[in-house]
């Protein structure tokens, strides 16, 4: 009998001593969820901080388990021009933000809360029209990086030295741009200069890398060789950070993809002893500029953690931040932070539906909100069960002041048998959960009815200006062959792709006919700049010289689900067929983008 008691009494006190160990050991933080552990700034948000509004946001972190925070824009150059955010010793710098000094009042805050800093040194913007190999202009860079690294390190690090961690190297390597072996020795060469005047000056620190992908333009596999190629070849040191973008935000990568991206990634840093491997996860939308819900961002997490050390993100306080954006974000985010999961709390749903018509097959949208709304982070917007639009919650630096939490215009596009659509709206909190929808609302549109004979095909036709040489139509043959792409993607090489400038082409139909309808189908593919035009107008002429205008191609809207590669068969109809030899097609290409097009056809 005693010897039952004393064995109950010992168990009793080995459960209570391994939970008091449990309770104050790393085995209890050791979750199987994964967290962020720090974020990107960019120092032109904190303009107007002053300490108090420093420590909030440091705080907003620390509260979330975070221990990093990496400040970019510290200096910038355009041109002959650099402007940096601290007091330099050069005459010839500019000053920012007046006597605000950001990179101290983040480095004295981030002392008191023990959060380790990097800093990045000099930024140009002429780095994205530079070739990946020009490395007299990279080298250049890297000399004023040396000098503004050295300025810093005088000035913060002796007075911080907890806080002033790391640097940042603030050139965003890509595979467009880096695709050879010889970029990543012109990388390797400039990376060397920039290390090796640290080591020498006694200022080195961690430094941390943060590229990025793009699965339309290679492969995993290449990027991750090229990366092992430089790493052999740079004076890296343990505990230097490769730290890529998932690229999710931005849309290069798709969710599908991160795994693998970072499992070759994670391959060839592996080949690199001492350095760490994180990943930079984005919490932005690249469609419309906006917030992601947390979701998407947990998707993110989950897909990386397996294969990297650590997980950072771009940007906790730009986009998720009470200090700029509405603090469900962040309570949502604490409470997954605290118990591994988002909260679900039921939502009420929109009111009112209400679809206008503005014009002929255009509409307005509008509704009520629910009478609770404080757990609303925007609101979903679908056309036949098509996600046309997403209206989030706007930043206050950053977001667009414009947008309306419950309204948006609406062009959708007309179809052959589509007759009608049918709209509905749902509540999005911040979790990424969605309410019931509202009532239906149904409306009429007009259904395209294609001609049957087709006027065009291998007429002769003229172009201005010439296409982009990397897309071109050497003979004048493409446009009218009737050879459709086989896939969305600027890849296909029937597509005709001109940059930036507004195009014409006439074609010469051989003879004065009969013409009623022109179809121009263009390519949308936002990842490569392929965006549909502003506006494009047709005009017919007997001669050639004198040329009458006939109408405007309707454009319509992008569905916000519409990510990847599209094409867009867009239509302009008359009422009664108009005489004509030659037809004209001027299309506007939207401002610093591509307009694609594989065939231009006229029927009758």
Not at 69 to 82: F, R
Not at 375 to 383: A, S
């Amino acid at each position: 009998m005693w010897n039952k008691k004393f064995i109950s009494i010992i168990l009793i006190l080995v459960v209570l001593l391994f939970t008091l160990m449990y309770f104050n050991s790393p085995l209890r933080n050791n979750k199987n969820y994964p967290i962020v552990d720090g974020s990107f700034i960019q120092l032109d948000l904190t303009q107007n901080w002053n300490s108090d509004k420093w420590e909030k946001e440091l705080l907003y972190l620390k509260e979330n388990k975070m221990n990093y925070l990496i400040i970019t824009n510290v200096s910038q150059t355009e041109g002959d021009i650099t402007k940096t955010c601290y007091k330099s010793k050069n005459k010839s710098f500019q000053k920012l933000y007046g006597n605000i000094d950001p990179v101290e009042l983040c480095l004295k805050n981030a002392e008191k809360l023990n959060i380790k800093v990097f800093i990045d040194t000099n930024f140009n913007s002429q780095w994205w029209q530079i070739s990946g190999n020009d490395s007299l202009w990279l080298n250049s860079q890297m000399e004023r990086a040396n000098l503004i690294a050295s300025e810093l390190y005088e000035n913060y690090h002796s007075k911080y030295p907890n806080a002033f961690y790391g640097w940042y190297f603030p050139y965003e390597v890509d595979n467009a741009k880096f695709n050879k072996l010889s970029d990543f020795d012109t990388l390797s060469n400039a990376l060397n200069i920039h290390l090796n005047y640290l080591d020498k000056n006694h200022k080195r620190l961690p430094i941390l890398l943060s590229p990025f992908m793009n699965s339309s333009v290679g492969t995993a596999k290449e990027y991750a060789s090229n990366w092992e190629y430089l790493f052999s070849k740079t004076n890296f040191k343990s505990g230097d950070i490769f730290c890529p973008q998932d690229s999710i935000g931005s849309g290069r990568l798709k969710l599908d993809e991160v795994n693998s991206w970072y499992t070759a990634l994670r391959k060839a840093v592996s080949k690199k002893p001492g350095m760490l491997f994180w990943a930079n996860t984005e919490t932005f939308d690249y469609v419309n500029n906006s917030t992601v819900p947390l979701d998407r961002f947990l998707k993110q997490l989950k897909l990386e953690q397996p294969t990297v050390d650590n997980i950072i993100c771009f940007s906790y306080n730009h986009y998720y931040s009470p200090n700029n954006i509405s603090n469900g974000f962040n309570e949502a985010y604490s409470y997954y932070v605290k118990n591994g999961k988002l909260p679900n709390e039921k939502l009420n749903m929109p009111q009112n539906l209400n679809v206008a018509a503005i014009e002929k097959n255009k509409f307005k949208i509008t509704w009520q909100a629910p009478k609770r709304t404080d757990n609303i982070c925007g609101y979903e917007v679908y056309r036949d069960n098509i996600l046309i639009s997403r209206i989030m919650v706007q930043r206050k630096y950053g977001g667009d002041p414009k947008v309306s939490s419950n309204t948006i215009v609406d062009i959708p596009i007309l179809k052959e048998n589509v007759k009608s659509y049918t709209y509905k709206v749902r509540a999005l909190d911040f979790s990424g959960n969605l309410s019931k929808p509202s009532n239906l609302v149904t409306v009429n549109v007009d259904s395209i009815k294609k001609l049957p004979n087709i006027v065009s095909k291998n007429c002769t036709y003229t172009l201005s200006p010439m296409p982009h040489e990397n897309y071109n139509d050497p003979k004048l043959t493409k446009i009218t062959d009737g050879k459709y792409s086989s896939i969305n993607s600027v890849k296909d090489k029937n597509f005709t792709g001109w940059y930036n400038d507004p195009l014409d082409i006439t074609i010469d139909l051989g003879k004065v006919i009969p013409v009623q309808q022109f179809m121009v189908s263009y390519l949308r593919d936002p990842i490569p700049w392929s965006e549909l035009p502003d506006r494009a107008s047709i005009s017919i002429s007997q001669d050639g010289i004198n040329f009458t205008p006939v109408g405007f191609i309707r454009i319509p809207s992008i569905p916000f689900s519409d990510r990847y590669g599209s094409k867009y068969p867009l239509y302009l109809t008359l009422d009664t067929p108009i005489n004509a030899r030659y037809v004209r097609l001027f299309s506007v290409t939207k401002a610093n983008h591509y307009t694609f097009i594989d065939e231009f056809e006229i029927r009758n």
